[in-house]
């Protein structure tokens, strides 16, 4: 999808709104995750960080959230630390992996301690998830994912 029309936005608001009153149902909460558009999944509309932030902010309920992942965000936007501090009151769960090739925290061109310190000094407690391939042993992969974000 090239743009996105004000049909859509309002079809994914109606089902937004939809998807909060299953979630009041099941007490629980549901997040919208970001995509990036260049690499991964071209077309997809909503993928821009930016989309789903304007989403979850415009229906803004408890129980629907921002899924901020940003290796999707760093490929296709970048300036990440402004990213996590615009989005803050809306997100859920971060989710990290390094770019280029989706692999653990300090393969790649990201600054995780740089924004992990970010996230701390701007109150963020919420779970930071990696979602990402192993560039070598998983264990390593693991111990450098919380190397980057134990500050």
């Known amino acids: 999808v090239e743009v996105v029309t004000g049909t859509m936005w309002l079809k994914a608001q109606e089902t937004l709104c939809r998807i909060v009153d299953l979630a009041e149902e099941e007490n629980v909460v ?3 995750e970001n995509l990036n558009l260049p690499v991964d ?4 509309p909503f993928g821009r960080a930016e989309d789903t932030l304007a989403l979850v902010s415009s229906i803004d309920h408890p129980r629907l959230r921002l899924n901020l992942d940003l290796y999707h965000a760093q490929i296709g936007e970048g300036n990440l630390i402004e990213l996590c501090r615009r989005s803050l009151s809306w997100i859920g769960e971060i989710q990290v992996a390094d770019v280029p090739g989706r692999f653990e925290p300090g393969t790649g061109e ?10 701390s000094d701007m ?3 919420g779970p930071i998830g990696m979602e ?3 560039s070598g042993d998983a264990d390593a992969a693991l111990a450098a994912f919380r190397e980057a974000f134990t500050l």
């Open 41 to 44: 999944h071209p077309g997809v």
């Open 123 to 125: 109150g963020y407690s």
């Open 110 to 119: 990201v600054n995780w301690k740089g924004i992990a310190k970010a996230l």
């Open 132 to 134: 990402a391939w192993a």
């Open 30 to 32: 549901f997040t919208l």
